[in-house]
């Protein structure tokens, strides 16, 4: 006797497919809101810089009587802010003057943030 012995114990295919768009259904919902809190946190980092860059362009012009100063004078390994990490490629001013507000601009290619002193 010429008996095949064949198994059920398997996924069919409309089973692998349907989960295969539950979970492409959890990837849509899960991206926008992942992108959300990534754009928040950049935006948080930065304003913090832009909060430690107020501050010692304050120092400085307190230290030196001046009503301007330059990066070069505020970040450095021997001045104010030992270093300032970019996090989304972001180009912070070449000059800070007394009472004038800062403002980032292309903060991840897309976003300009102000910080008011």
């Known amino acids: 006797m010429n008996k095949s012995i064949r198994s ?3 996924f069919t295919l409309v ?3 349907i989960v295969v768009v539950i979970i492409g259904l959890l990837a849509a919902m899960a991206i926008p809101a992942f992108q959300k809190v990534r754009a928040s ?3 948080k980092a930065v304003l913090n810089n832009m909060r430690q860059l107020g501050a010692a362009a304050d120092q400085y012009f307190l230290e030196f009587g001046t009503a301007s ?3 070069t004078s505020l970040v450095g390994s021997s ?3 030992k270093a300032l990490n ?3 490629n972001e180009a912070y001013p070449i ?3 007394q009472g004038v507000t800062i403002t980032v601009y292309s ?3 897309a976003r300009t943030l102000t910080y008011a002193q």
């Open 69 to 71: 100063a330059d990066l």
């Open 86 to 88: 970019t996090v989304a």
């Open 107 to 109: 903060v991840a290619s």
């Open 79 to 81: 001045a104010y802010i």
């Open 8 to 10: 059920n114990k398997g």
């Open 95 to 97: 000059v800070y003057s």
């Open 15 to 17: 089973e692998i497919m």
């Open 41 to 43: 946190s950049q935006d």
